[in-house]
């Protein structure tokens, strides 16, 4: 009788330990497929259609106040500035697709909200003034409570205050901090739900991994793209994979 209990015993044991498999978050949408770009409404739909956890995007409140989806701070070949700009003028700025102008933030959420089975994460980006910081957490908690997806969406940031203010706005929503000089236990007392950092920061600090799931918290890391580096961080354990090209990482992960 005790064979079998300790047999039964070491199975749960194993099976308690073992790590689960990363989930794929596709980076500013799955944009390196034919035909997409980053951000764009076609780059959603594709990492959608390829059934990966989640798809990323980048949003900026403009000089007028409106959310729109982009990631540089100035627009590539232009000198507008996300920022300082109206969204009208940022609006016409055609993406490298030539199918698509630069979207709304509105205008994505709707998208999103009609392909329910891809989480959102939504990386609000820093701004030169605080409280505008603050204004751009409050918009953006609006619009996804106007589209109904609060619920299926992570928020991340580079800057502490965006987290706080994202924290105090919604605090049943999973934020997670994106600049990397902060130890797990610095994130733990800020009441945020993990760290997303990126490879070198990881690669730095190995050990943060383990610390990070030891306090509860989850760790996500980017932007991971070739094979090596994906294999070294499933390895790690991270709870989730940001990645330029999510059809390699799934492949990877069904090995």
Not at 125 to 147: F, M, N, P, T
Request: proline share 4%.
């Amino acid at each position: 009788m005790i064979k079998p209990l300790i047999l039964a015993a070491a199975v749960l044991f194993a099976g308690g330990t073992a790590a689960a498999q990363p989930k794929v978050i596709a980076h500013r949408g799955y944009w390196t497929a034919p035909g997409s770009a980053q951000n764009s409404l076609t780059a959603f739909t594709k990492a959608d259609s390829i059934g990966v956890y989640g798809s990323e995007i980048d949003v900026w409140l403009t000089a007028d106040d409106r959310l729109i989806v982009n990631h540089d701070r100035v627009y590539q070949g232009t000198d507008i500035d996300m920022e300082k700009a109206s969204a009208k003028e940022i609006m016409q700025i055609v993406l490298p697709n030539g199918k698509e102008n630069i979207p709304s933030l509105d205008d994505y959420l709707s998208l999103v909200a009609s392909k329910p089975d891809t989480r959102l994460i939504l990386e609000m980006k820093s701004l030169s003034d605080l409280r505008r910081e603050d204004l751009a957490a409050e918009k953006i908690v609006r619009a996804l409570r106007k589209h109904k997806l609060v619920e299926r969406t992570d928020i991340i940031a580079f800057s502490i205050n965006a987290c706080l203010a994202f924290k105090k706005l919604l605090p049943d929503t999973k934020i997670y901090y994106l600049n990397g000089d902060l130890p797990p236990k610095s994130i733990k007392a800020l009441g945020l739900a993990g760290i997303d950092y990126s490879m070198g920061n990881l690669r730095r600090n190995p050990h943060w991994v383990q610390q990070a799931h030891e306090l509860g918290l989850e760790v996500n890391v980017w932007t991971v793209d070739s094979e090596e580096d994906m294999k070294y961080f499933i390895e790690q354990g991270v709870d989730y994979i940001t990645t330029d090209y999510p059809e390699r990482l799934q492949a990877l992960l069904k090995q």
